[in-house]
């Protein structure tokens, strides 16, 4: 079965600063993988997905994530974070058949930008 | 306006009292979910619905059923609620399929007490 890691529960950055939100999937094939971003009291919003060519996709709010199939991972990279990125990051997965349109989410990872 | 509405936003609910959740999307989006989010467990889907009356169990089915009448419209129900299905539930909507933008509301957060 296909699962999603997110190793970090919580990440503190200050302001300005890069920022890499790690991310690790099994699964025996390459299936379609995501970033989702939840702002407090709302729901989750797609910051950019990957499906295959370019390993580094672009998303909003200039965020970007590489793909890795060597380490089976999908992490999500920023050059300098604004007070405003603080929310909490889903990495999640689909399958590219069978399970239709299924994803798989990871626990989230917890970002609070300082000052 | 692509929205996904979720009614109500907070509801208090005795044990073994019946609970319904709405949702509602304007997109004519062909599948829609249920989802409840935990502290520290992600996301995990309750059901999933490919069209009207075409309706599927995900993840954690036991204590839940959901209704799909309309295209726009997913409920889901909890008959005789617990305390442990004290949680905060989102729906989702996408077009059908696989790898497709889910599109979620804004959830709605249940205590069972």
Request: charged share 20%; with cysteine.
């Amino acid at each position: 079965a296909q699962s999603v890691t997110q190793p970090d529960a919580r990440v503190t950055v200050s302001e300005g600063a890069s920022l890499q939100l790690r991310c690790k999937y099994s699964y025996s094939a390459t299936p379609y993988l995501f970033w989702y971003v939840q702002y407090p009291r709302q729901g989750l919003q797609l910051l950019l997905k990957y499906y295959s060519g370019d390993p580094v996709v672009q998303g909003v709010n200039s965020f970007e994530a590489e793909f890795s199939k060597s380490n089976s991972s999908f992490h999500l990279q920023k050059a300098s974070v604004h007070w405003s990125d603080s929310a909490v990051y889903f990495c999640a997965l689909a399958l590219l058949s069978g399970s239709f349109n299924k994803l798989t989410f990871g626990a989230g990872t917890r970002l609070a930008v300082c000052p | 306006d692509m929205k996904v509405t979720q009614m109500p936003r907070y509801l208090i609910k005795r044990m073994g009292e019946n609970v319904l959740l709405e949702c509602g999307q304007d997109m004519s989006h062909e599948t829609m979910y249920w989802y409840r989010q935990d502290p520290g467990l992600g996301l995990q889907l309750i059901y999933i619905s490919y069209d009207v009356d075409s309706n599927s169990e995900g993840d954690i089915p036991k204590g839940y059923r959901v209704s799909r009448k309309k295209r726009e419209h997913f409920s889901l129900i909890l008959d005789s609620a617990k305390t442990n299905q004290t949680s905060v539930y989102f729906c989702a909507s996408s077009r059908g399929n696989s790898g497709n933008t889910l599109y979620f509301g804004e959830g709605s957060r249940l205590i069972v007490v």
